[in-house]
């Protein structure tokens, strides 16, 4: 559910990250985090799916974790999400405290071309947001974790030709159903029929 404290909280992370615009941050300090309209997608994908069960891979400072998180709780779900970056890692779990979402939301530390391998099988929704040139190896390790009918959403399809590439190349893929959704910066929403 989207109550007060989840509310708020994505309303001073949007306007942190307006207020970030155009400065000298680095970007391992950087928030990078979805837009409101991709936030949304990402919360009507798992709120209807009793015990949906969510990996996200680049949690940053939590803003689509956020989003994943609450709605999740709506039906007995929960978000697995992989960060490697420590100082990013701290604000995660101060925002995601701030919302209320600990019980519904889990970080594992490292790099997730390593972590991911580690994980029980048995997602529903993957969120796919680390560093483009990943993607194809990360989308590999992802999908050996799905249930079948499982969905991969991969961010920046609009504004990285690395992930237009991956994007093509899923909707060339037969095993698969994938389309771009253009909202955001271009999600890539992609079916797994055989895991
Ligand atoms: C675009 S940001 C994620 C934004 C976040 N999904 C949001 O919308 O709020 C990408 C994040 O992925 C993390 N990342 C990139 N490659 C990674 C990897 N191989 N393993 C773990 N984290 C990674 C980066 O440190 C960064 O915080």
């Not at 697995?80 to 701030?98: C, F, H, M, S, Y």
């Not at 190896?137 to 590439?165: C, Q, W």
Request: net charge negative; glycine share 8%.
């Amino acid at each position: 559910m989207l109550d007060d404290r989840v509310r708020s909280v994505l309303a001073r992370m949007e306007a942190q990250d307006a207020d970030d615009h155009g400065k000298d941050i680095p970007v391992s300090e950087r928030s990078l985090a979805v837009g409101p309209d991709s936030g949304r997608l990402l919360f009507a994908l798992v709120a209807p799916n009793a015990g949906c069960e969510v990996l996200e891979i680049g949690s940053s400072h939590g803003y689509s974790t956020i989003w994943l998180a609450a709605a999740a709780r709506i039906l007995g779900g929960r978000v697995v999400t992989l960060e490697q970056e420590p100082g990013k890692i701290d604000v995660w779990r101060r925002n995601i405290a701030d919302a209320g979402l600990e019980e519904w939301a889990e970080l594992v530390e490292g790099d997730a071309k390593e972590t991911l391998s580690e994980l029980e099988d048995g997602f529903d929704v993957v969120f796919l947001d680390a560093w483009k040139d990943d993607y194809e190896v990360l989308f590999g390790l992802a999908r050996t974790k799905l249930d079948p009918g499982g969905i991969v959403v991969a961010d920046n399809v609009t504004t990285s030709s690395t992930v237009e590439a991956y994007a093509a190349a899923r909707q060339a893929d037969p095993t698969l159903v994938s389309v771009t959704v253009p909202i955001g910066h271009g999600l890539e929403v992609t079916t797994v029929l055989q895991p």
